[in-house]
């Protein structure tokens, strides 16, 4: 156990360092995050079990590449995280921005069970998870975001009607979705127009160097 809570504590500080910012409530959360995964994941699989030895670098601190792009959303803000998975991007960016709603989506029950588990365990009031298909989904967002759930010519049909059409932040309403490689042809393939932007620009970790943020306003 002692060497589990040091591994997480050496782990964790890649948060800390990176956001300095964060409150003693937030701080606890992130660290909390770990023990967590680590309960659910040896009962319903939503991380390589190998990979939860960088779980703090490959998951928590990828999803939060998209807190340090964006930096400052109004409250009220909704976003809606699509193929959520076992809860990424969307439960790193919800402790981080605890007064924007997330609505976390995924077809598949089981892992919708998990987000449900560990965000309560968190206290996470402004998280919703539910078992959906994307494209099921009734609401408008300001913000849908993702993690490499496909390409974007499957992708964009799923929720191109899905924005409010009114803006409230000083991004426009879109798409941010994150994704390694190059993108180039898969934009061109899906005819849309995007932004890209380069995770390593914020982080300088290896893992990073070819993990990029696409911005799609809609």
């Not at 601190?61 to 009220?76: G, M």
């Not at 976003?79 to 989506?105: K, Q």
């Not at 974007?152 to 991004?171: L, V």
Request: charged share 30%; no cysteine.
């Amino acid at each position: 156990m002692k060497e589990i809570e040091k591994t997480n504590n050496e782990q964790v500080s890649i948060i800390f360092e990176y956001f300095p910012d964060l409150d003693e409530k937030q701080r606890a959360q992130f660290v909390e995050l770990y023990d967590l995964y680590m309960h659910w994941n040896s009962q319903i699989n939503v991380i390589s079990r190998k990979d939860m030895d960088n779980f703090y670098t490959h998951h928590v601190l990828h999803a939060l590449a998209l807190a340090k792009h964006i930096q400052i959303l109004k409250p009220k803000t909704k976003i809606l995280d699509v193929g959520t998975g076992g809860g990424f991007p969307g439960i790193p960016m919800a402790i981080y921005f605890p007064e924007v709603t997330f609505h976390l989506v995924d077809s598949i029950g089981k892992k919708i069970k998990v987000v449900d588990e560990i965000s309560n365990a968190l206290d996470l009031k402004n998280v919703q998870a539910q078992k959906i298909r994307a494209e099921d989904v009734k609401e408008k967002y300001d913000f849908i975001i993702s993690r490499a759930v496909t390409r974007f010519s499957a992708f964009i049909p799923w929720i191109k009607d899905k924005f409010n059409t009114k803006s409230q932040n000083e991004i426009p309403n879109g798409l941010f979705y994150l994704k390694g490689g190059d993108v180039t042809e898969e934009i061109k393939e899906a005819r849309i127009k995007a932004e890209t932007f380069e995770i390593a620009d914020h982080f300088n970790e290896e893992f990073f160097e070819t993990k990029k943020i696409i911005y799609v306003p809609m």
